[in-house]
């Protein structure tokens, strides 16, 4: 019954825009984030988002472009991903949990995954 679904993955050429979108549901979470692994390479964290507070953090290779929010309504948080490169093609991974502060932006510090979503930028 503890899941969390992502959705919104594609394919888009360099300098388009895309919105991911996760959905958790069976249990209380403090935190959502996304992490990304590109293939051959570690998986890494992207942005995150605390409920009781609305702090966001991002990873420096995405900040300015990245913009994660979140609807508790519907325990659902979207990432606006805008201007992106090639190098943010990877498989999208949405991540629930109740991380500390010094774990938020690490993959201990969350207990629940998404199955992940594929994005694509190419030409």
């Known amino acids: 019954q503890v899941h969390v679904v992502e959705s919104g993955g594609g394919l888009v050429r360099p300098g388009d825009s895309l919105t991911l979108s996760c959905t958790a549901s069976?249990?209380?979470?403090?935190?959502m984030a996304w992490f990304r692994q590109a293939p051959g390479k570690e998986r890494e964290f992207v942005a995150s988002w605390r409920w009781a507070t609305g702090v966001k953090y991002y990873a420096d290779s995405v900040k300015g472009r990245f913009s994660i929010s979140g609807n508790k309504a519907i325990s659902t948080i979207s990432m606006q991903m805008n201007s992106l490169k090639p190098e943010d093609t990877a498989v999208y991974f949405c991540?629930?949990?109740?991380?500390?502060?010094?774990?938020?932006?690490?993959?201990?510090?969350?207990?629940?995954w998404g199955q992940g979503t594929q994005v694509t930028v190419s030409s």
């Open positions: 991540a629930a949990g109740r991380p500390i502060t010094s774990t938020v932006r690490t993959e201990v510090g969350y207990t629940t």
């Open positions: 069976g249990s209380t979470f403090g935190a």
